[in-house]
């Protein structure tokens, strides 16, 4: 299993940035890495995905432009860069991965992703 933890979240204007941090239980090169969202009363979303080893990275439509994910395989950190940031992208902000070891699956949005950090809440007001 890989252990996750989330922070940098908090709250911010509309047009503001934030840039979360996951930090991984082991190095994140050669597994699937992505970020997800849930705000209350909707369903979880995927919002952006990377294999640093394939060369590979994944956005959701609704962020594509204004998010950016990276990872740091020495500080065995993931990153979700968050800039231009609108109210409807408050929520509860999850990093996500697998165990074993794998590339994104396409349709990564809807794979069952084995492990999940605590979460950390971005709130944009207006």
């Known amino acids: 299993q890989v252990e996750l933890v989330e922070s940098g979240g908090g709250s911010v204007q509309a047009g503001g940035s934030l840039r979360l941090s996951c930090a991984v239980s082991?190095?994140?090169?050669?597994?699937?890495m992505a970020w997800f969202r849930q705000a209350p009363g909707k369903a979880r979303e995927g919002v952006a995905a990377?294999?640093?080893?394939?060369?590979?990275?994944g956005y959701d439509d609704s962020v594509k432009g204004r998010f950016t994910i990276s990872q740091d395989n020495v500080k065995n950190t993931v990153y979700l860069q968050m800039n231009s940031l609108k109210p409807e992208d408050s929520a509860m902000y999850y990093c996500?991965?697998?165990?074993?070891?794998?590339?994104?699956?396409?349709?990564?949005?809807?794979?069952?992703?084995?492990?999940w950090g605590q979460g950390t809440q971005v709130t944009v007001s207006s």
């Open positions: 082991r190095s994140p090169f050669d597994n699937c």
């Open positions: 990377l294999y640093s080893v394939g060369g590979y990275t």
């Open positions: 996500a991965t697998f165990w074993p070891p794998q590339r994104c699956p396409e349709g990564w949005t809807k794979s069952p992703f084995t492990d």
